[in-house]
C-alpha cells in the first residue's frame, strides 16, 4: 500500500513554485521506509507509536523522497497529537542510510531536534540545548537552506536559532522518531498552509540570489537595455510604442525612420494576410520586396495553400479545382511535406459542406495566424535581422538555463527562480 502526494497549492502558496518547475518534493511518510514500531495512517501523514511493544525502543520513519537540491529551501512542520508516555519525539532529517531503530541525529549525517529536552543531536547520541521542549498540540518545524546550507527549527511559528551549518554534498530526508507507547505526530508537508511563515523567508533569500545575480560582473560588455527592447518593438511592429519609446529614449534617427517605412510594410501585409486577400499580399510583396518569393518557396507554399483554402468558402469549385492543378500540384513533387500537407486541403473538396467536415479547422480564420508569424519572420531575415528579437533569445535562454538545472538538480536555487520576477526584479 501506498500513499498518494496531497498538496493543494490552491491551499499553500509555497509550493506553487515548485509544482510549476515539476519538482518531485516529499510528500508523505514512506511506509516502506520506517521501523515496524510505528503506524502510518492519515493518507500517509500521521505515525504513531504501537502499544504493548518494548519501552524505550526507537522508531524512525523517512520521507517518499529526498530533498531536492534544486528547491533551494523546504520546509515541513509536524503536530505532536500526543506526547504519549515520556514525549521521546524528534524531528530532523537523515540521509537513507540511517538505520530505522535510531531517532533523529543520533547517527552521522543526521539531525534532530528532540521534545522531551529541547536537545539538538548532530550525528550523535549527545545532545546539546537548543530550544524548548515540544509536547501535545505544539507544532514544530523544519526548514532545510540548501543555498546556504543550513538547517533550523521552528516551534508554534517561531523560528529557532540556525542548527548546523554543514549540510554541503548530503542528500538528505525529512524524518522524525517516536520512542515510548502513545506518541503521535501528524506531518504538514504542504497539504494545507503552515504555521511559520516560510514565504517570507522565500522572498527574502530571493532577493539576495536575485542582488547577487547582479552583483556578478563577468567582464564582458553590458548590453544596451534601450536597444533590446527598441529591437523587440520593432520586431513586432509596434509602431506607435516604437515612436514613443524613441523619443523618451533619445534612439530617434534615419535608420529608425527607415525601420519605422520598414514596419508599416510589414503591417500593410499582415493586414492583407489577416483579411484573406492573399492575391494582393502576393503582390504587395513582389512589389515592396522583390525576389522574396523566388527565394522562399516554402512561404510561397503556404500563401498559396491559403489561397486554395479562401477560395473553398467563396470562389466557384471549378475555379478552386483548376488552381489547385495549376499552381500548387507542382508542389507536391517538392518534398513529402508538401505533399502531405497538400492531400490535407484538398480533402475540403470531398466534402459536400467543408465547414461540417472533419478538416473545419482548415478554414478557420486563426489558421492565417502562424502564416502572418511566418512570413514577418521571413521578411525580417530577408532585410537582414534577425528572425527572434535578441531580448526573446536571451528570455529562452535564461529559461532554458533554469530548466536544465531543475532537471539536473544541479542548483540550490534554481526552483526559486522565477523568470519573469526576475525580470521585473528592482535590483537588475
Given at each position: ?13 509555497y ?59 523546504f ?14 519525539i ?17 547517527e ?17 547520541g549527545?545532545?546539546k ?12 518545524g523544519?526548514?532545510v ?94 509602431f ?37 486577400d ?67 486541403i ?8 467543408p ?50 538545472s ?23
Amino acid at each position: 500500500m501506498t500513499f498518494p502526494m496531497l498538496v493543494d497549492s490552491n491551499n499553500n502558496s509555497y509550493y506553487n513554485q515548485y509544482l510549476k518547475h515539476k519538482i518531485d518534493l516529499p510528500g508523505y511518510w514512506n511506509i516502506k521506509d520506517k521501523s515496524l514500531l510505528l503506524d502510518v495512517t492519515g493518507n500517509g501523514y500521521r505515525v504513531s507509536y504501537k502499544t504493548g511493544k518494548t519501552e524505550n525502543e526507537a522508531a524512525l520513519i523517512r520521507a517518499n523522497c529526498p530533498i531536492p537540491i534544486s528547491c533551494g529551501i523546504f520546509y515541513f512542520e509536524i503536530t505532536v497529537i500526543s506526547k504519549g508516555k515520556d514525549g521521546y519525539i524528534g524531528i530532523g532529517v537523515c540521509t537513507s542510510q540511517m538505520p530505522t531503530n535510531r531517532l533523529p541525529g543520533w547517527e552521522k549525517q543526521s539531525y534532530g531536534y528532540h521534545g522531551d529536552d529541547g536537545n539538538l543531536f548532530k550525528g550523535s547520541g549527545s545532545g546539546k540545548q537548543y530550544g524548548p521542549t515540544f509536547t501535545t498540540n505544539d507544532v514544530v518545524g523544519c526548514c532545510v537552506n540548501l543555498m546556504q546550507n543550513t538547517l533550523f527549527f521552528t516551534k508554534n511559528g517561531v523560528p529557532l536559532s540556525e542548527a548546523t551549518n554543514d549540510l554541503k554534498g548530503m542528500t538528505l530526508y525529512p524524518c522524525i522518531g517516536l520512542r515510548t507507547p502513545g506518541e503521535s505526530i501528524e506531518v504538514n508537508f504542504g497539504q494545507r498552509p503552515f504555521i511559520f511563515d516560510i514565504e517570507q523567508l522565500i522572498k527574502e533569500e530571493k532577493e539576495k540570489v536575485l542582488k547577487s545575480m547582479k552583483s556578478q560582473s563577468n567582464g564582458e560588455e553590458e548590453i544596451n537595455s534601450t536597444q533590446l527592447v527598441l529591437d523587440y518593438l520593432i520586431h513586432h511592429g509596434y509602431f506607435e510604442t516604437i515612436r514613443s519609446f524613441a523619443a523618451v529614449t533619445g534612439s530617434s534617427g534615419q535608420n529608425l525612420d527607415s525601420q519605422l517605412d520598414d514596419i508599416k510594410n510589414r503591417q500593410k501585409i499582415s493586414d492583407l494576410l489577416s483579411r484573406g486577400d492573399i492575391d494582393q499580399v502576393i503582390q504587395e510583396l513582389n512589389r515592396l520586396y522583390p525576389n522574396f518569393l523566388q527565394k522562399r518557396q516554402d512561404i510561397l507554399f503556404k500563401l498559396q495553400c491559403q489561397k486554395f483554402i479562401e477560395m473553398i468558402k467563396t470562389a466557384p469549385i471549378e475555379d478552386t479545382m483548376a488552381f489547385g492543378q495549376q499552381e500548387l500540384y507542382k508542389f507536391s513533387q517538392i518534398s513529402e511535406d508538401y505533399e502531405t500537407t497538400l492531400q490535407e486541403i484538398f480533402s475540403l473538396i470531398a466534402y459536400t459542406d467543408p465547414f461540417k467536415s472533419p478538416v473545419s479547422s482548415l478554414l478557420s480564420e486563426q489558421r492565417r495566424d502562424p502564416i502572418i508569424n511566418d512570413l514577418n519572420c521571413a521578411l525580417l531575415v530577408h532585410c537582414n535581422k534577425p528572425a527572434i528579437p535578441v531580448l526573446e533569445k536571451l528570455i529562452r535562454q535564461c529559461k532554458v538555463v533554469i530548466d536544465e538545472s531543475i532537471s539536473n538538480n544541479a542548483s540550490s536555487f534554481a526552483g526559486l527562480l522565477d523568470l519573469k520576477e526576475f525580470i521585473d526584479s528592482d535590483s537588475l
